[in-house]
């Protein structure tokens, strides 16, 4: 594996989504704006990587994984609106 900013911006997505996995399970209080925009973000620097080093299967599951995010950010700044 070559160290190009595609790979080292993939790894930070990566980081982003684990860090958002273990703040789910650790927070006392989850906030679903955070929870959501580090998953948007990770899922978005990972697809933004799969387009120079493709692979179907990840690829879809970025995908999918960013759109539910997206749905969960928006619904949690709706509601946060409404308070």
Do not use: Q
Request: charge should be positive; hydrophobic fraction near 65%; charged fraction near 10%.
């Amino acid at each position: 594996m070559t160290f190009d900013l595609a790979n080292v911006l993939g790894l930070i997505g990566s980081g982003l989504m684990v860090i958002a996995y273990a703040y789910s399970n650790m927070a006392k209080v989850l906030s679903f704006t955070l929870f959501n925009l580090l998953n948007l973000v990770g899922a978005v620097l990972l697809i933004y990587s799969l387009t120079v080093h493709f692979n179907v299967a990840s690829m879809a599951l970025e995908v999918i994984w960013a759109f539910i995010a997206l749905i969960g950010l928006a619904k949690a700044l709706r509601k946060g609106k409404a308070s």
